[in-house]
């Protein structure tokens, strides 16, 4: 079986989860794949939207009602947290709608707001809302990534297309953890 041929049939569920699981990055990787026409981009960018939300309400509920398990307690034991509620508190519809934005706040975010006295509804609307814009924003950065490299410097076979994107996201998670280390300084 050809790398193409496995990420025509099982991309998107890659994406999905991927999306849910990790973030960015496999979302950008969908819209790089998008670029080259192994992946339909809107499929990609929807398949994004419905893993990011997923997870997050998973990750909500986990906060509203399992905060007493050992695995959420060990989540909401990272030094984050008091961050993460900080704003929280301050700017409520705000961290909702932009804390899957923030570098280091993804997982830990839907489950301390599930802990908070945010209304369940207002969450999934926000959340939906929320998934629905950074599903197809990440996953156009990738499309136009990948077409950006392709105009700068040609064809490449895919896995040297994917090998350019993934330095591109190690180089971005490298800057976002360096200015995270010396912000908080």
Not at 82 to 106: H, K, N, Q, S
Not at 142 to 152: M, Y
Not at 172 to 185: I, M, N, R, S
Request: charged share 10%; aromatic share 12%; with cysteine.
């Amino acid at each position: 079986m050809s790398i193409e041929h496995f990420v025509e049939h099982y991309g998107l569920l890659a994406v999905f989860g991927g999306a849910g699981i990790e973030g960015e990055a496999v979302v950008f990787l969908g819209g790089v794949l998008a670029h080259r026409g192994l992946l339909i981009y809107w499929q990609v960018a929807m398949a994004a939207a419905a893993g990011s939300f997923l997870m997050d309400q998973l990750l909500f509920f986990a906060g509203r009602y399992a905060s007493g398990n050992l695995w959420v307690r060990k989540l909401i034991s990272h030094p984050i947290l008091i961050r993460v509620t900080e704003l929280l508190e301050r700017y409520p519809t705000g961290f909702v709608v932009a804390f899957r934005w923030i570098y280091g706040m993804r997982t830990i975010s839907p489950i301390v707001i599930g802990m908070s006295r945010i209304p369940t509804l207002k969450f999934m609307a926000l959340n939906a809302m929320a998934a629905a814009i950074w599903g197809p924003v990440i996953a156009g950065i990738g499309f136009i990534f990948g077409h950006g490299i392709e105009t700068l410097l040609g064809r490449f076979a895919l896995e040297a297309h994917l090998a350019f994107a993934l330095v591109a996201i190690l180089v971005v998670l490298c800057a976002a953890v360096l200015y995270q280390k010396y912000a908080e300084k």
